[in-house]
């Protein structure tokens, strides 16, 4: 079946430091990949898509098949990226169906 | 641009009691979403729609949820009878078909006590 982990339930670093949000999956196919944030007191919202392999305010993020690894990676944190971060990935048999990750806070301190 | 509308924000409800959550997506969108995310979890898909048809609903514990999406526009998921592991906030979401972006509601969260 497929699955995301995300074994990290907080991540705190201060204003500066590099982040690292770590998300591994496992699916036989070739799935696609999403980063989704949700900021204090707002909706969910779609931060990147690894096929996109765009950087989005100052995040990356790479797919890397062989470690099935797809981690978001800023190399200075702000402290407005506080937030609740999920992976998610969709499936070749339902490119809508979004199977998620049970999220990461990051808390930037000043 | 309207985004994702849900109705009610809150609702505590003691169990066996029945609850309905109505999802108003964004005006053209024909793929409709209802996730559940309980506390400490990622959200899980309970059900999908597009237009008015069901595509996936194999995550939704059709004995006591049931949901429907009349008209091809509005949405409403109910829970008869709930039981307190249905306490939980109950999100929709929105898109075009196969787009790979999901526009998300602000969601419902519900106790049951």
């Known amino acids: 079946a497929q699955r995301v982990t995300q074994p990290e339930k907080l991540l705190s670093v201060f204003k500066g430091a590099p982040v690292e949000l770590k998300c591994n999956y496992s699916y036989s196919g070739s799935p696609e990949l999403f980063w989704y944030v949700q900021y204090s007191r707002q909706r969910l919202q779609l931060l990147l898509r690894h096929i996109s392999r765009e950087s989005i305010k100052g995040f990356t993020a790479d797919l890397n098949k062989g470690e099935t690894s797809f981690h978001l990676k800023k190399p200075f944190a702000q402290e407005e990226d506080s937030a609740m971060y999920y992976c998610a990935l969709t499936t070749y048999y339902n490119t809508d169906k979004l199977i998620f990750g049970t999220g990461t806070r990051l808390q930037v301190f000043p | 641009e309207a985004g994702v509308a849900q109705s009610p924000r809150y609702k505590i409800i003691e169990k066996r009691q029945s609850v309905a959550f109505w999802c108003n997506p964004i005006?053209?969108?024909?793929?409709l979403y209802w996730y559940q995310q309980i506390l400490g979890q990622g959200p899980k898909l309970l059900i999908q729609?597009?237009?008015?048809?069901?595509?996936?609903d194999s995550q939704l514990p059709k004995d006591r949820f049931s949901a429907e999406r009349l008209k091809g526009v509005d949405s409403t998921l109910k829970i008869q009878p709930a039981k307190l592991e249905d306490s939980a906030v109950y999100l929709c979401?929105?898109?075009?078909?196969?787009?790979?972006?999901?526009?998300f509601g602000p969601g419902t969260r519900l106790t049951v006590t």
């Open positions: 979401a929105s898109s075009f078909p196969m787009a790979y972006e999901q526009y």
């Open positions: 005006s053209g969108h024909a793929t």
């Open positions: 729609f597009q237009n008015n048809g069901v595509v996936d």
